[in-house]
């Protein structure tokens, strides 16, 4: 690859920066290799720091209307403290393990609509700038995928994903965003519900699953809506039945939503899956945009994305140019 950008901030003629990825998605929690590639301007310097900025494209609302911002969901510093000498070549390894809640941009190699990015920041002599930005894929864990593909197999069908800027209450979420994926239920259950947003809060210990039902039907008031939150295991992936555990699931949120419709208490669910109801929340968020336009069948939840790879490479770029001074700093310094 070729040294995509010259650090502005640092002045003509400074140091170029390329940072190149593992191919291939990584995971939610799991590990993240590569390198930086640096070379040297036309006098030598001392480079400070090297961070590398976990960011994202999300759905932020406004007094009006909803529009998108960038936000920092992690740090991490992979170097620094050394000279780069005029003209130099110097290459930085680097492996960073990346929040168990990153969402997911893909599956089964189809991509969802979430943005995601890895932007190299140095720092020489006080001077900053975000000098190389590259997209990143993050496939689902295990649970979450075989989650997704009992959806398919029971016939619901992927609508769209996208980014939230909020919180959900009630829950253990720990970036500034959340993941929704919207899914379209089957013929019998249409009447009922509209459409249900799925959302994994993934930790060590297990997989938190937020399912909330027809948010856009009018019986919710916006950030009052009734949540449903239910946990399953890292472990029960080989083993679980899937497709009864979120058959489950589903018959406890469709007559939830009929019963607060009506209205009525819910009852509780005591289920003997890997999976256990956490009671009702409310999210603190704001509401869904659809993203990316999908159609809906099969296995996988049917899911065709948006844009091709390549076109995700071609405009990650461009979805976050610009966006330097709305960055919600929402990591941690590593």
């Known amino acids: 690859m070729v040294f995509k950008k010259l650090l502005g901030a640092l002045g003509v003629g400074g140091p170029s920066v390329d940072t190149v990825l593992q191919p291939g998605p990584a995971l939610p929690g799991g590990t993240l290799s590569g390198e930086v590639r640096l070379r040297g301007g036309g006098t030598d310097a001392t480079v400070d720091r090297i961070t590398l900025l976990l960011v994202a494209r999300v759905e932020r609302e406004g007094q009006d209307e909803e529009d998108e911002a960038t936000a920092v969901l992690d740090r991490f510093t992979v170097g620094g403290g050394f000279r780069l000498a005029e003209e130099a070549e110097h290459t930085v390894p680097f492996t960073v393990t990346l929040p168990w809640e990153t969402p997911i941009t893909e599956l089964h190699g189809q991509?969802?609509?979430?943005?995601?990015?890895?932007?190299?920041?140095?720092?020489i002599a006080g001077a900053r700038d975000k000098g190389d930005l590259d997209a990143l894929a993050v496939a689902?864990?295990?649970?979450?995928?075989?989650?997704?593909?009992?959806?398919?197999q029971l016939g619901y069908a992927f609508k769209s994903a996208d980014l939230?800027?909020?919180?959900?209450?009630?829950?253990?979420?720990?970036?500034?965003?959340?993941?929704e994926i919207e899914i379209l239920p089957p013929a019998g259950h249409a009447g009922a519900v509209n459409e249900i947003e799925v959302t994994f809060l993934a930790a060590p210990g297990g997989l938190e699953v937020v399912i909330e039902a027809d948010?856009?039907?009018?019986?919710?008031?916006?950030?009052?809506?009734?949540?449903?939150?239910?946990?399953?295991?890292?472990?029960?992936?080989?083993?679980a039945d899937w497709n009864a555990l979120v058959d489950g699931w589903l018959k406890e949120v469709v007559a939830g939503h009929a019963a607060y419709a009506a209205p009525a208490p819910?009852?509780?669910?005591?289920g003997e899956h890997p999976g256990h109801h956490h009671g009702d929340g409310h999210r603190s968020g704001p509401g869904t945009g659809a993203v990316v336009a999908g159609v809906a069948a099969g296995v996988a939840v049917g899911v065709v994305g948006g844009m091709v790879a390549a076109e995700v490479v071609d405009e990650i770029g461009d979805a976050f140019e610009g966006e330097e001074e709305d960055e919600e700093d929402g990591g941690d310094e590593g």
């Open 266 to 270: 819910y009852g509780s669910h005591h």
């Open 164 to 179: 939230e800027l909020g919180h959900i209450r009630g829950t253990g979420q720990q970036l500034p965003c959340y993941q």
């Open 215 to 239: 948010k856009r039907g009018g019986l919710f008031s916006e950030g009052h809506d009734t949540v449903h939150r239910f946990t399953a295991s890292h472990h029960a992936a080989p083993q």
């Open 111 to 123: 991509h969802l609509g979430p943005v995601l990015g890895i932007r190299t920041e140095l720092e």
């Open 140 to 152: 689902p864990l295990p649970a979450q995928e075989a989650i997704l593909e009992a959806f398919g």
